[in-house]
């Protein structure tokens, strides 16, 4: 007997599962498992993937359906993993309990940086592991050095073709090889969801939609500026001409937001319909066919664009770029993909012609100078690539994908002006410098 565990923690995810499944990305086992797990700061307050609106339609592929949250209560599954000495004896309570047996397992995880993917990794020791990705951040280099015992099991990168053209960096440094969730395949899933949930309230015919985020949580933004930004989304669509405009609140946003934003559509003679319905983007975008989208850098940007031809622009990804803290934050490359192919919404001329700031080729060698910058110790064969980049195409356009401060850590190019290029490769420079920072430090003392 085979068995295939799958761990899931958002019905976009499970989604796009159900469509590996469906496509025979997996090859055949006897019995198929999903793990479902709520990640959420206080999971007891929020609705589990379980219990969300058309997860039923989902849950049809698989045998059985487990919580992690309830498997390792009372513990977080963000902040919780096996003591090494303790491994042994999870596995063979976890095959008790989810009646395995002896049974050669096969795991499908997300992120697996982090937990409960890792977790659950490091307790089925020695079994293969798929990594599949619905968001860009598959896009970026890996965010945090995975122990080999871990990353050498990883076979390969199921992930979807939001970008067409380009090619993940994520685990390249294991030779993992990414591999496409057939697009059609995925938009008859999503399909399959267009009638689940509560009936949406009127908002007229092909309205605007935008999407909030809620990046002060992550501490990207104050709330104040996170507010002020769903209010420039909204004066932008309105100036594009949009009179009816629909906002996808965060389903952990404060109601104050929503307040904002009717008052300001108020003042500007625009009718706002805030949704307080959990459900799926891509499920508005099949219900309210909506005449233009907008976000900051969400990943349903690119859905919109690329599975249903829709119009979409950003805002915010600017501000973004410059607060991402420490520069290798996990974030950036999907800010950066956003930043460079969604246009301006301030930009109306390249908004109605939905313009991108960069062509495929250029956007795959601005991804992987961004992803050595971001992890130049995991990701070192990408050195020359980076180099190439900033040596060709840094520009007063391109110059917000980088700091200066990093790119002199790792003498690239860029570091310092042409005309001083000469001192970071000079001796001479660098022994004097190294004295004078040592004076400093005695005189300091």
Same mark, same amino acid.
């Given at each position: 007997?085979?068995?295939?565990?799958?761990?899931?923690?958002?019905?976009?995810?499970?989604?796009?599962?159900?469509?590996?499944?469906?496509s025979?990305?997996f090859?055949?086992?006897?019995?198929?498992?999903?793990?479902?797990?709520?990640?959420?700061?206080?999971?007891?307050?929020t609705a589990?993937?379980?219990?969300?609106p058309?997860?039923?339609r989902?849950?049809e592929?698989?045998?059985?359906?487990?919580?992690?949250?309830?498997?390792?209560?009372?513990?977080?599954?963000?902040?919780?993993?096996?003591r090494? %000495?303790?491994v042994?004896l999870?596995e063979?309570?976890?095959?008790l309990?989810?009646n395995?047996?002896?049974?050669?397992?096969?795991?499908?995880?997300?992120?697996?940086?982090?937990n409960p993917?890792?977790a659950?990794?490091?307790?089925?020791?020695g079994a293969?592991?798929?990594?599949?990705?619905d968001?860009?951040?598959?896009?970026?280099?890996?965010?945090?050095?995975?122990?080999?015992?871990?990353?050498?099991?990883?076979?390969?990168?199921?992930?979807? %073709?939001?970008?067409?053209d380009l090619?993940?960096?994520?685990?390249?440094?294991?030779?993992?090889?990414?591999?496409?969730?057939?697009t059609d395949?995925?938009?008859?899933?999503?399909?399959?969801?267009?009638?689940?949930?509560?009936?949406l309230?009127a908002?007229?015919e092909?309205?605007?939609?935008?999407?909030?985020q809620y990046?002060?949580?992550l501490?990207?933004?104050?709330?104040e500026?996170?507010?002020?930004?769903?209010v420039?989304?909204?004066r932008?669509?309105?100036?594009?001409?949009?009179?009816h405009?629909?906002?996808?609140?965060?389903?952990?946003?404060?109601?104050?937001?929503?307040?904002?934003?009717?008052?300001?559509?108020?003042?500007?003679?625009?009718?706002?319909?805030?949704? %307080?319905?959990p459900?799926?983007?891509?499920?508005?975008?099949?219900?309210m066919?909506p005449?233009?989208?907008?976000?900051c850098?969400?990943?349903a940007?690119?859905?919109a664009?690329?599975?249903?031809?829709?119009?979409?622009?950003r805002?915010?990804?600017?501000?973004?770029?410059?607060?991402?803290?420490?520069?290798?934050?996990?974030?950036?490359?999907?800010?950066?993909?956003?930043?460079?192919?969604?246009? %301006?919404?301030?930009d109306?001329?390249?908004?109605?012609a939905?313009?991108p700031?960069?062509?495929?080729?250029?956007?795959?060698a601005?991804?992987?100078?961004?992803?050595?910058?971001?992890?130049?110790?995991?990701?070192?064969?990408?050195?020359?690539?980076a180099?190439?980049?900033?040596?060709?195409?840094l520009?007063?356009h391109?110059?917000?994908y980088f700091?200066?401060?990093?790119?002199t850590?790792?003498?690239?190019?860029?570091?310092?002006?042409?005309q001083?290029?000469?001192?970071?490769?000079?001796a001479?420079?660098?022994?004097?410098?190294?004295?004078?920072?040592?004076?400093?430090?005695?005189?300091?003392?």
């Amino acid at each position: 007997m085979s068995t295939q565990i799958f761990l899931a923690s958002t019905l976009y995810g499970t989604a796009t599962l159900a469509a590996a499944l469906d496509s025979d990305c997996f090859r055949p086992a006897d019995r198929r498992i999903l793990l479902v797990c709520n990640n959420a700061a206080t999971p007891e307050t929020t609705a589990a993937l379980d219990e969300m609106p058309g997860f039923a339609r989902l849950r049809e592929r698989f045998d059985d359906v487990f919580s992690w949250n309830e498997t390792i209560a009372p513990f977080h599954p963000g902040g919780w993993s096996p003591r090494p %000495d303790d491994v042994p004896l999870w596995e063979r309570h976890l095959r008790l309990l989810w009646n395995l047996g002896e049974d050669p397992v096969e795991l499908a995880v997300e992120s697996i940086q982090v937990n409960p993917a890792l977790a659950v990794a490091q307790i089925f020791t020695g079994a293969p592991v798929t990594l599949y990705a619905d968001g860009l951040m598959s896009y970026g280099p890996t965010r945090n050095k995975i122990d080999p015992l871990v990353g050498t099991r990883i076979d390969r990168l199921l992930h979807l %073709d939001l970008v067409p053209d380009l090619r993940p960096v994520l685990l390249t440094e294991f030779g993992v090889a990414p591999e496409i969730v057939p697009t059609d395949t995925f938009v008859k899933v999503l399909a399959e969801l267009a009638d689940t949930g509560d009936v949406l309230p009127a908002a007229g015919e092909e309205p605007a939609l935008l999407l909030g985020q809620y990046l002060s949580a992550l501490g990207i933004l104050t709330s104040e500026e996170e507010e002020d930004l769903h209010v420039r989304m909204l004066r932008g669509a309105v100036a594009l001409g949009h009179t009816h405009v629909v906002f996808k609140p965060h389903p952990s946003a404060p109601e104050r937001w929503s307040r904002a934003l009717e008052n300001e559509a108020e003042l500007l003679g625009a009718e706002l319909t805030v949704l %307080d319905v959990p459900v799926l983007a891509e499920v508005l975008y099949q219900r309210m066919r909506p005449a233009l989208v907008v976000g900051c850098f969400s990943t349903a940007l690119l859905t919109a664009s690329a599975l249903y031809g829709l119009p979409v622009a950003r805002t915010g990804t600017g501000t973004l770029l410059e607060r991402l803290t420490p520069y290798e934050n996990s974030n950036r490359v999907p800010v950066t993909v956003v930043d460079a192919l969604v246009p %301006d919404l301030e930009d109306p001329e390249a908004v109605t012609a939905q313009r991108p700031d960069a062509a495929a080729g250029a956007l795959n060698a601005l991804v992987r100078a961004v992803s050595y910058a971001m992890q130049p110790v995991i990701h070192q064969s990408l050195r020359g690539d980076a180099e190439d980049y900033l040596t060709r195409h840094l520009s007063a356009h391109t110059w917000r994908y980088f700091k200066r401060r990093r790119l002199t850590s790792l003498m690239l190019p860029g570091a310092v002006p042409a005309q001083l290029a000469f001192i970071p490769r000079n001796a001479t420079v660098r022994r004097v410098a190294r004295r004078a920072r040592t004076l400093r430090r005695a005189v300091g003392r």
